[in-house]
């Protein structure tokens, strides 16, 4: 994106009703970084990954979390391009709905799983999945001022992102490698039981 590659224009189209003169249509085209949906389709679904194997999530909540991430971000990218305000906010709207879906994965699930863990691995997971969603919230905002209602220039739309992205992804990662050592879990078995060692079977048990 840095050097001009990755963005296209969308073509909106808005459209005016007069009474008494002829409607006025008014075409704008504004820049499309569709690079950085590509990115977050990406990193979106490993960052909730990190927090779903952090927490002991069980494999059908990982599914569903992840699933309503890449709808998310498909239709966000839907919505940049829509050509109306109808189709971009319609777009919108049922992306809020998946990120909601998300929410619910991560506080009821993924606190539901993280109590039969450690104390400290409950913390972790309440500090580090709450500042998550506390950025992940920012994004739809940024969208809404910037993209959707077109209040922001693509010029501070950017700096906005930026700014989140560097702080959900790499103060999230570092921050998630220095508690590691304090807080390792063991992905055994975590499919079916989570990431405890509950319902694991061995080679060589008895029953």
Not at 24 to 46: G, K, M, N
Not at 61 to 85: E, H, P, R
Not at 149 to 158: G, L, M, Q
Request: glycine letters at 8%; one cysteine or more; hydrophobic letters at 50%.
């Amino acid at each position: 994106m840095a050097t001009g590659d990755g963005n296209s224009y969308a073509h909106i189209v808005i459209k005016e009703a007069h009474k008494h003169v002829p409607d006025t249509v008014e075409h704008i085209f504004r820049q499309v970084f569709w690079a950085r949906y590509i990115d977050w389709s990406v990193t979106t679904p490993l960052l909730l990954l990190d927090l779903a194997f952090l927490a002991g999530m069980d494999g059908a909540s990982i599914i569903v979390a992840i699933v309503a991430d890449v709808i998310m971000v498909l239709l966000g990218l839907f919505a940049a391009f829509g050509k109306t305000d109808g189709q971009k906010w319609g777009y919108y709207a049922i992306a809020c709905v998946a990120y909601l879906v998300i929410v619910y994965q991560l506080v009821i699930s993924g606190r539901r799983a993280v109590m039969s863990k450690n104390s400290s691995t409950s913390r972790l997971f309440a500090s580090i999945g709450g500042f998550t969603l506390v950025l992940w919230t920012l994004y739809p905002i940024v969208w809404a001022i910037g993209d959707g209602a077109r209040k922001w220039s693509v010029d501070t739309e950017i700096v906005a992102y930026a700014v989140l992205d560097v702080l959900a992804k790499p103060v999230f990662g570092f921050w998630l490698l220095f508690a590691h050592t304090r807080n390792a879990s063991s992905v055994e078995g975590f499919w079916s039981h989570g990431l405890s060692s509950e319902g694991t079977l061995r080679v060589g048990d008895d029953e």
